[in-house]
């Protein structure tokens, strides 16, 4: 349901995570080692309110939280499969960073991106400071409130990446094929 558009460009992503996942077994580092996991009450992905007065939820998955017993602290490792390296503004570390400081006792000592169809370990980045992480964090999230209030949903970037399957649903160069799950399944036409 949805998700290729022929059998090459199938054959061509399972080649790449096949791939992906030889390296891995060849070269599991961190995966050797203890993991842990954040948990919420509930099935929902961990959060917290990281403004209960306007009622703003930060909430993700991390991929990897690696133990590290010396210090009695985590690793956030994040897997890329894409091509692209992540973006140097990227807050996606730091929206990890955060979750982990707020839902459980360790502290973060170590954060990474694994691109995995090129690298051989997780590449080291830098700790955000979690004060200025938290206030960008949260205007962010603001920004997003009040674009869902008013139904005004511009991109800041005049047009990224990232909104473009959007702005191609909605143009109708996507076809609807179903909903899967709590998602809606769209194709190219």
């Not at 990474?112 to 700790?127: T, V």
Request: with cysteine; aromatic share 10%; glycine share 6%.
């Amino acid at each position: 349901m949805g998700g290729f558009i022929s059998t090459p460009q199938e054959n061509e992503f399972k080649e790449r995570g096949v791939s992906m996942i030889k390296r891995v077994i060849k070269h599991p580092g961190p995966l050797l080692n203890k993991a842990l996991k954040l948990v919420s009450p509930d099935e929902l992905p961990p959060r917290y309110f990281i403004s209960k007065e306007q009622e703003i939820i930060l909430c993700g998955k991390i991929d990897w939280l690696e133990y590290l017993p010396e210090s009695d602290s985590v690793h956030i490792i994040d897997f890329k499969t894409g091509k692209n390296d992540e973006s140097n503004d990227s807050i996606q570390l730091s929206i990890y960073c955060l979750l982990v400081k707020n839902l459980q006792k360790r502290n973060v000592k170590k954060i990474s991106f694994w691109y995995l169809d090129r690298e051989d370990e997780p590449r080291e980045m830098s700790l955000p400071n979690l004060d200025e992480a938290h206030d960008n964090v949260l205007k962010i999230g603001t920004k997003i409130k009040e674009a869902r209030l008013n139904k005004a949903y511009i991109c800041p970037k005049n047009g990224c990446y990232a909104c473009l399957p959007y702005e191609a649903i909605i143009n109708g160069s996507y076809n609807f094929i179903g909903t899967k799950g709590y998602q809606d399944v769209y194709i190219s036409s």
